[in-house]
């Protein structure tokens, strides 16, 4: 991986950082994150933080609260409120002021009980200067994750080594800044590499989302994915042809759909022949396909009373707008990502006989998104961006699963809210960055190791183009 070089000690950022001693640092972390771990007396009673949940020579955690109280971490910060992030948050929590955004701290005080008096929300897009950290100064930045997500900008100097990690920073200290950009999950997009924040600027460490740094995960952008779901649903719900997208049914697909909301007549029999659309969701997320779809077929949408309480915790007044507590006043129900399966959308079907006869679900998921045959598994960088830049995604390109029936049809729709690698790969050849640290699949050598080599490749392609010159985009909000 590429090292900074310091001014003030010559070579010392890159001595510190070795191969030898980056490998032992991420030893430690591995071992701190054995599943099998049990808190004893003789090991403190908790589970000692991994070194990269802990912002070098700050006293600032991210994500960090399953360890607990963090030796000399003074802030303790969360990006967005998904569990694998939040874990071991709640009503008890007593260790330290929580820094998130807005929408995050309403959504940990009413699904977790988090007193307020520990949550402290930062204003977007404005340094504001840490409490007890030295002079850090923080700029929340949107995350293009779920609702509420940031990705955090620390600004200051190195004033301790706080955390567990044997491994300690030898500038503690020094005049010199340091910036850190941690990434949380997110969604790359242009407009986190033109932020005013970041652009320009020389990012010290960069804590990346590597949820999907595998050149097989290069899916198609979000917009085009929303907008082809909407289209597709509007489609089905009012019989319309759908084109050729593999679902040959002589010119008009699925003509049993109706539109929703189309008015019963006296001679219905009393028997609705309306079409339900469902989606799939996590707690909190996929919401923009939520929206997209009942914009297209002009109808509102229902949830059961708890996941209405998180969605209206938003602030979103698209979304508000869009709510009702009665289900047979919506034509678009949401269910858990994990329901959006035939055999469960069969039962849930049968819940609403007589008012709804046929069912459309969408299952949006990035791990739905497989790569076209004969995809390279080693591609040049060059090749990574021009080949995904040619790619248009459509209405079209949405097919039912095979479990479909004619009344009831499944779409896997390859969406997610955490960046495609070909999103990675522009967001690193656009930025100005001394080293970059995976936070997600870090747990093996291997995949360590495989993330790395792509690591070395984009710094060598970015020093190449011209350090933080900005993949040229196909719109401002994706590349």
């Not at 403190?44 to 960090?64: S, T």
């Not at 090749?383 to 040619?390: F, P």
Request: charged share 20%; glycine share 8%; proline share 6%.
């Amino acid at each position: 991986m590429s090292h900074v070089s310091v001014s003030q000690h010559p070579g010392a950022f890159s001595v510190l950082m070795t191969s030898h001693k980056e490998n032992e640092a991420w030893k430690e972390a591995a071992e701190a994150e054995d599943r099998n771990f049990r808190p004893t007396k003789a090991n403190g009673g908790r589970r000692k933080a991994p070194f990269y949940k802990v912002m070098q020579g700050m006293p600032i955690a991210v994500d960090a609260f399953r360890y607990g109280l963090i030796p000399n971490v003074t802030a303790y910060f969360l990006t967005h409120a998904h569990s694998d992030h939040y874990t071991n948050l709640s009503a008890n929590w007593k260790n330290g002021p929580i820094y998130c955004s807005e929408g995050t701290a309403n959504l940990i005080v009413l699904m977790l009980g988090v007193d307020r008096k520990w949550v402290h929300p930062l204003p977007m897009n404005i340094a504001t200067v840490l409490p007890d950290t030295g002079g850090v100064t923080c700029t929340p930045i949107e995350a293009n994750h779920c609702p509420g997500s940031c990705l955090f900008l620390f600004e200051g100097p190195q004033t301790i080594n706080a955390g567990d990690s044997a491994y300690k920073s030898l500038f503690i200290g020094s005049k010199r800044i340091f910036r850190y950009l941690h990434c949380g999950d997110f969604r790359a997009s242009p407009q986190h590499v033109n932020h005013p924040a970041v652009k320009g600027k020389h990012l010290d460490h960069v804590y990346l989302d590597t949820t999907y740094l595998d050149p097989k995960y290069c899916f198609p952008p979000q917009r085009q994915v929303i907008t082809a779901c909407a289209e597709l649903a509007r489609r089905l719900v009012a019989g319309e042809s759908l084109g050729d997208n593999g679902c040959k049914q002589g010119g008009r697909v699925d003509s049993w759909f109706t539109r929703v909301g189309k008015p019963k007549r006296e001679d219905d029999n009393k028997s609705a022949d309306k079409t339900l659309v469902v989606v799939g969701t996590y707690s909190i997320g996929k919401e923009r396909i939520v929206k997209a779809i009942a914009n297209a077929l002009q109808t509102k949408v229902y949830s059961d009373p708890r996941k209405t309480a998180i969605l209206r915790c938003q602030s979103d007044p698209e979304l508000d707008a869009l709510l009702t507590s009665d289900p047979l006043d919506a034509g678009i129900h949401l269910l858990p990502l994990g329901t959006i399966a035939s055999d469960k959308l069969k039962i849930y079907l049968e819940r609403w006989k007589g008012h709804y006869s046929k069912v459309i679900g969408f299952r949006p998921t990035g791990w739905t998104f497989s790569a076209p045959s004969g995809s390279e598994t080693l591609p040049a960088i060059q090749s990574v961006i021009s080949r995904s830049q040619a790619v248009s995604f459509t209405h079209a390109s949405l097919n039912p699963m095979k479990s479909s029936t004619s009344t009831l049809q499944v779409y896997g729709v390859p969406y997610s809210e955490h960046s495609s690698f070909f999103e990675l790969t522009c967001f690193a050849l656009s930025l100005n960055w001394g080293r970059m640290i995976a936070t997600v699949n870090v747990g093996s050598e291997s995949s360590r190791g495989k993330m790395s080599k792509w690591v070395e490749k984009w710094d060598s392609e970015r020093k190449k183009r011209g350090n933080g010159e900005v993949v040229r985009p196909r719109d401002p909000d994706y590349w």
